[in-house]
């Protein structure tokens, strides 16, 4: 018979929760599962799923959902959950927060770090190369304009 491996609840994780989410709504998570159905990250993904994440988040199972390979990068960031919710517990808040305690902890995935940095350093996702550049210009394309990025970062709170 396969046997299962313990999991330890730690409530700790909640008080970094409640800090990086800035609020403790998600404390009243009673489990209904009304955010999954319209979630459009698990109708794609069997593994995903929001009420599960809430659940794992509340029981402090912190080496599950801060690591670049957790199923929360599968989040769109759409918001359909937070609507969804009868309990006002806005998943995807919970769910940016947790993005957010994996990129101090130095855990985000490799793409998301490079698009960070690209956003922050151009203005835009994906970087310009020259060649892209080259490409333009012999499709009669005007050159990609500069954006104002030292605004950006004073709304991300980086300068
Ligand atoms: S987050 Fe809201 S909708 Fe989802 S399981 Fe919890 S109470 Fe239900
Ligand atoms: S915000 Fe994320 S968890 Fe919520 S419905 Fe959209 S994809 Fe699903």
């Known amino acids: 018979m396969e046997t299962q491996a313990k999991r330890k609840i730690d409530f700790s994780f909640r008080d970094k929760l409640d ?17 999954v159905a319209d979630c459009p990250a698990g109708n794609y993904s069997e593994s995903f799923n929001p ?3 809430l659940l794992k988040a509340l029981l402090g199972f912190e080496d599950e959902l801060i690591s670049a390979d957790s199923e929360i990068w599968n989040c769109t960031n759409c918001y359909t959950c937070s609507e ?4 006002d ?6 769910i940016i927060a947790l993005k957010n305690l994996c990129v ?11 698009v960070s940095d690209s956003v922050l350093q151009s203005g835009i996702t994906t970087r310009v190369t020259s060649l892209a550049e080259k ?3 012999e499709l009669g394309l005007p050159p990609i304009k500069a ?6 970062i004073k709304i991300v709170g980086k300068g």
């Open 104 to 114: 101090r902890a130095g855990k985000a995935p490799e793409l998301v770090v490079n």
């Open 135 to 137: 490409r333009r210009q």
């Open 147 to 152: 954006y104002p990025v030292d605004e950006l």
């Open 84 to 87: 969804r919710c009868p309990q």
């Open 51 to 53: 009420r599960l994440i």
């Open 19 to 35: 800090s990086a989410v800035e609020g403790f709504r998600h404390n009243y998570c009673y489990q209904c599962g009304a955010c």
């Open 89 to 94: 517990v806005r998943p995807v808040d919970v």
